[in-house]
């Protein structure tokens, strides 16, 4: 790792104090680094630099600013270095374009924000035009990691990442079995954001795996939250799913108790003796307020891209449904659905949990194959060559999507040519295989009991029909063809059957018009 001599950036302007920004910028300043932060609110600026008064461990200043020239003016050395850390789309658009006139020739822009890739390849066409970097950096790990050390997944010009690359390997987490920097610089263009969107799509559908276990042993085996929290811990210490960082943060959550000051906001306080769980309401609404766009865009580009994400999908439709509470008490009334019952199995408990383990190791297994698979499709579409290897190596630690068997799976297989099926490895088709019977049989259970499924029955239709050799698409084909002339292909006939993916050359006239 690089000292910081090194650095050549001494100085760097963090673009918007919100949760990330305002603890990105403590973290520069613990690097050493003097921090410029900018915000358009007045109330964002006071509080950091009340914190800022506050810092002991801070070996740079920070400094807020409202005036944008203010700022730009303030930060020091012959090219100037930003973070972006804004909301997507139009607000961060307005904010470089009011930025734009203090910019010079060679300044670097690190836009650490959830962007789309596609608007990160405008605004970095648009900054080359005058001689500005506009690297668009994937930031994983919510506002912990960024106080501490997060996954970073940098995309843009090879030289200006070249240049923050030592600064950027001090800030980013380190693996925890060797201490590699969880950062390198991804390809050109969008990738970068494109591979942090991905690792969001994966996020989503893990995410929802592990709602529904809990949800599961909840409801359905009737275990009190700490309980469940033990079987997390236990989850987490080996197997499978050991350091992995969701299982981790929900192990924790489920014991957290209510007390009678709650945390510095005075939130989760109760004189009762509850759990802080029992005050969160079951909406997810990131997705229709727009600030948040990462799991959306993977499903749009794996429609696009033609590449099969069931997992990712059904966790994002789920989370839409979430959202709406107020339709969703409405449908109910019409709807009348059961609501989930005890799972009444034969199976004993300890048998039971341990076939639910190792269903959500293969949905999360199953969530990172089809996140993988669109990296490599939009890796070759767009020639940006991107080593998947590396998307693990970065993924190792500071990151959502932690998982440490899955890195130590996957890692080793993968290299920098993409690899288009994860099942075509075999280490891979293997745990998938081993582990399809436990799945089947949670989802059966779980469907018996009226309990939730959806990214778990997703990953188990995936599984079957990923390799499926007699799929129901016979009878679709047969009847595309009868009513649109679509045309088939025939069995077992050379150059059909398997033959290339396109339009058969057969139609048989079911229905003259
Ligand atoms: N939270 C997380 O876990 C992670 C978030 N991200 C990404 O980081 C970025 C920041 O997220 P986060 O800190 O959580 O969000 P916050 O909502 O806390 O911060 C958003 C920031 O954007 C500013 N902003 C919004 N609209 C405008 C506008 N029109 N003009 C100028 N500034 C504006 C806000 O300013 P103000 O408050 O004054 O309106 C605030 O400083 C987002 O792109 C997000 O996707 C990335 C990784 C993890
Ligand atoms: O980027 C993140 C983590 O990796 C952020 O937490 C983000 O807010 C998650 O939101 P979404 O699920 O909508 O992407």
Redesign the pocket.
């Known amino acids: 790792m690089p000292s910081k001599a090194d650095q050549p950036f001494k100085h760097i302007g963090v673009v918007g104090a919100g949760s990330m920004g305002s603890m990105m910028a403590f973290a520069f300043a613990e690097l050493g680094l003097d921090v410029s932060v900018w915000d358009i609110e007045f109330a964002n600026v006071e509080k950091i630099t009340n914190m800022a008064k506050k810092a002991t461990t801070s070996k740079g200043k920070v400094e807020g600013y409202t005036d944008l020239k203010k700022f730009t003016q303030s930060i020091g050395g012959d090219r100037k270095l930003f973070m972006f850390s804004i909301t997507h789309g139009p607000p961060a658009d307005s904010v470089l374009g009011m930025l734009k006139r203090d910019l010079k020739k060679g300044d670097i822009i690190l836009d650490g924000g959830?962007e789309n890739y596609r608007r990160t390849e405008r605004r970095q066409k648009e900054c080359k035009a005058i001689g500005v970097h506009w690297i668009g950096m994937g930031v994983?790990g919510?506002y912990q990691s960024a106080r501490h050390g997060p996954s970073l997944s940098p995309g843009g010009d090879e030289q200006a990442i070249a240049d923050v690359m030592p600064f950027l390997e001090q800030y980013a987490a380190k693996a925890p079995k060797d201490g590699t920097p969880c950062v390198t610089r991804i390809g050109p263009g969008g990738s970068g954001h494109y591979v942090k969107m991905v690792?969001?799509g994966i996020?989503?559908g893990m995410l929802s795996t592990l709602a529904e276990a809990w949800s599961f042993m909840h409801y359905g085996m009737g275990m009190a939250y700490p309980m469940i929290g033990d079987v997390f811990e236990q989850w987490n210490n080996s197997g499978e799913l050991r350091k992995n960082f969701l299982v981790s943060i929900g192990a924790d959550l489920l014991k957290r108790k209510k007390t009678p000051q709650g945390d510095e906001k005075g939130e989760g306080s109760s004189q009762a003796n509850g759990y802080v769980l029992d005050d969160v309401l079951d909406k997810v609404v990131?997705?229709d307020d727009n600030t948040?766009g990462?799991?959306l865009w993977s499903l749009m580009e794996a429609a696009e891209r033609h590449v099969s994400c069931p997992t990712l999908g059904s966790a994002h439709f789920l989370r839409i449904a979430s959202g709406n509470r107020g339709e969703r008490l409405q449908v109910a009334k019409n709807l009348q659905m059961p609501a989930p019952k005890p799972i009444a199995s034969p199976m004993d408990h300890t048998t039971l949990i341990e076939k639910l383990r190792r269903a959500v190791y293969a949905s999360f297994l199953s969530s990172f194959c089809q996140g993988l698979e669109l990296i490599a499709r939009a890796s070759e579409d767009e020639s940006w060559e991107i080593n998947m290897a590396d998307c693990l190596q970065i993924w190792r630690a500071g990151c959502?999507i932690e998982s440490e068997h899955i890195a130590d799976l996957l890692q080793p297989a993968l290299g920098k040519k993409p690899v288009m099926n994860m099942k075509f490895i075999d280490t891979v088709a293997k745990e998938l295989r081993d582990n399809y019977e436990p799945l089947k049989e949670v989802v059966i259970e779980g469907t018996k009991a009226d309990q939730y499924m959806p990214a778990m029955s997703a990953t188990l239709e995936y599984l079957k029909y990923e390799g499926g050799t007699v799929l129901p698409t016979k009878f679709m084909e047969a009847q595309l063809d009868y009513f649109g002339a679509h045309g088939y292909n025939k069995p077992g006939v050379p150059g059909e059957d398997p033959g290339p993916v396109h339009k058969g050359p057969h139609h048989y006239e079911w229905q003259p018009a």
């Open positions: 959830n994983s919510g690792h969001n996020e989503g990131q997705d948040e990462t799991p959502i």
